[in-house]
């Protein structure tokens, strides 16, 4: 039976269930809500303080050492509440009578999906411009070995066994399936392959597939960047506790980077992250602004730091050695990523609710906040019908998560 007519909180609830339907990355970081906006609403430039985990030192010294070195460092990020989007929606008072269903797929759900592709291409970006970590040593066909090493890179950074996903780009898939075909799996999933063209599980994580998962070009090299100083490493401290940002000086070059470049420092070696032992293995960094061609510094992702129980890398690059670039200059690459689900967040705010329209509701669910808005537009004499969302996206952890450059 037709309702008798729909209300503005069912109509942003449906909204809400099918935003987080159609969000398949989004909704699998960590998805952060703020109720501290709801009374004035938020704004595009608030901000939201996220802690990160808490690391310490041990010492087998007698005397237990004291000062900055032996604190406790609470690190955390901040997230910028940037990016405010909508979609506009038409429907009459008549339609209000239609029974939720008939109302939803008629207008909720090509509404929804416009608004999910733009936000999740939105985080997708910065998602694979933070991501510091590429398995492309042999950059071709995305295969299993590559699903394997990212597995191998995630345990070597201890993240937790549970909530580990990929989210494969269409060429990706295709390979991944098409590699896998004569490999035993159960029937159910033998059955997806073959009928969806889809993984499902294995290798300990949830597949997805995304149409929306940007390309990486590589930067143009004429020639590289030199480190420039010795000693360039960061010492956190109340005033600045966020792990995540750096910066490196180097000599003027003449190398095009683009954000989401993937460089290794001479001399800069990854560590375990528990007992800070080298592991011989150039530690990976994300740029995270594009420089310009002859820039002096760069803008790096996690920051290095080589001492301290936020150590994150054996020692500070080597002076005058070079800053190397993951990639063939100037080549375009396919994406995919394998990440746990402490990698990132997506932070959504309340918006204002304003007085004297006709219609208004703000929902939220699971980390997303919605506000629907309708009113009468006199100038031209029409009802016109809004769904917002106001967010911010940031990489907190890129070690958690790894890129596959495939071709």
């Known amino acids: 039976m037709a309702n008798i007519n ?8 449906e909204s809400l269930r099918i935003l987080h339907q ?15 906006f709801a009374n004035e609403g938020g704004k595009i430039g608030n901000t939201m303080r996220i802690r990160q985990p808490i690391q310490y030192a041990t010492s087998t010294a007698a005397t237990m050492p004291t000062g900055t070195g ?18 506009p929606i038409r429907f009459t008072t008549e339609e209000l009578t239609l029974d939720i269903e008939d109302f939803s797929r008629r ?6 999906a416009k608004l999910a592709a ?6 997708l970006g910065v998602a694979t411009d933070g991501c510091a970590g590429a398995l492309c040593t042999t950059i071709g066909t995305c295969a299993f070995s590559d699903v394997m090493d990212g597995r191998k890179e995630l345990m070597d950074k201890l993240a937790p066994l549970d909530n580990r996903y990929a989210i494969m780009d269409t060429q990706g898939n295709a390979d991944l399936v098409n590699n896998n075909k004569s490999l035993f799996q159960d ?16 290798g300990s994580f949830d597949f997805y597939e995304n149409t929306l998962i940007p390309k990486h070009t590589a930067g143009t090299a004429v020639a590289t960047y030199l480190v420039d100083g010795a000693a360039q490493t960061k010492t956190l401290s109340a005033s600045d506790s966020d792990p995540m940002n750096g910066t490196l000086t180097v000599k003027t070059g003449t190398k095009l980077m683009a954000a989401g470049e993937i460089v290794t420092l001479v001399g800069c070696n990854d560590v375990h992250p528990e007992t800070k032992e080298s592991t011989g293995v150039l530690k990976r960094f994300v740029v995270t602004a594009a420089p310009g061609a002859t820039a ?46 402490g990698f990132m967040a997506m932070a959504t705010a309340d918006l204002a609710m304003p007085n004297g329209v006709d219609m208004s509701s703000r929902q939220n669910y699971d980390g997303l906040s919605l506000r629907l808005i309708r009113d009468y537009d006199i100038n031209k004499d029409r009802i016109l019908t809004r769904i917002d969302i106001l967010y911010g996206k940031k990489v907190l952890r890129p070690d958690l998560g790894r890129r596959v450059l495939h071709t």
């Open 6 to 13: 729909l209300t503005p909180d069912e109509i942003t609830r």
């Open 22 to 36: 159609k969000l398949n990355f989004c909704t699998n970081i960590v998805t952060e809500y703020d109720d501290s």
């Open 70 to 87: 032996a604190d406790s460092i609470g690190v955390s990020t901040t997230i910028t509440i940037d990016k405010q989007r909508y979609v």
């Open 107 to 112: 207008h909720v759900e090509p509404a929804m």
């Open 118 to 123: 733009k936000v999740e291409a939105d985080v």
């Open 187 to 202: 029937q159910a999933q033998i059955s997806s392959q073959y009928k969806e063209g889809r993984m499902g599980r294995f």
């Open 296 to 341: 002096t510094t760069l803008n790096i992702s996690p920051a290095i730091i080589s001492s301290g129980p936020h150590q994150n890398c054996s020692a500070s690059p080597t002076d005058g050695g070079a800053v190397t670039t993951i990639g063939v200059a100037g080549t375009v690459y396919n994406q995919s990523l394998l990440f746990q689900k």
